[in-house]
Every structure is written in structure tokens, then in C-alpha cells.
């Protein structure tokens, strides 16, 4: 009950938008990291310890529900990544069966 509490007090107006930022941040960070080494679970892995270290260094407190939140807006960048690379190739297909 202390963890909600404590959560309840971390929460104001100036600290969401910090978060949202931090969520940011570290979703662009583990895209760049998805891009670079086309491996899905390296980015999902990564965006764990990437949002802790960066809101330990620049906030100096973080929650393990905001680092829940955090992987899953990652998991949900790289199936919208996906989602759209099938799309394109679905449509190459398509297009070469044409001709």
C-alpha cells in the first residue's frame, strides 16, 4: 500500500509531462535500436534500463510501473513497425504478380 501511496504523491502536474517526455525519449532510443540491429526483443529489452537510467540521472526517482509503461508503448512502436513492413511487402507482391 506504501507503493501506491508513494505513487499517488510522485504524480503532479509538472511530473506527467516529465514522464510523457521520459516515455518519449526512451521509445525514440529503442527505435533506433530496433533499426539498427533488426532484432525486436533487443529494442523491447532495451527500453527497460534505458528509461531507468535516464529517469535516475535527470529525475532521480522512477517507478516500475512507469518502466512497465514504458515497454509496453516499445512493444506497441515495433508492431505498428511491422505491421507496416507486411504492408509494403504484401503490396510488392501484389504488384509483381501484376506484371
Excluded: R, W
Excluded at 84 to 93: G, I, P, R, T, W
Amino acid at each position: 500500500m506504501a507503493y501506491l501511496n508513494d505513487l499517488q504523491n510522485f504524480l503532479d502536474s509538472s511530473s506527467i509531462g516529465i514522464l510523457f517526455e521520459l516515455i518519449l525519449v526512451t521509445t525514440c532510443i529503442s527505435t533506433i535500436i530496433f533499426f539498427t540491429t533488426k532484432n525486436q526483443y533487443i529494442s523491447y529489452l532495451s527500453s527497460a534500463p534505458i528509461f531507468y537510467f535516464i529517469s535516475k540521472m535527470f529525475y532521480h526517482n522512477t517507478h516500475l510501473i512507469f518502466i512497465i509503461i514504458t515497454m509496453t508503448v516499445q512493444a506497441l512502436v515495433i508492431l505498428l513497425i511491422q505491421k507496416q513492413n507486411n504492408l509494403n511487402e504484401v503490396a510488392l507482391k501484389s504488384q509483381t504478380q501484376k506484371f
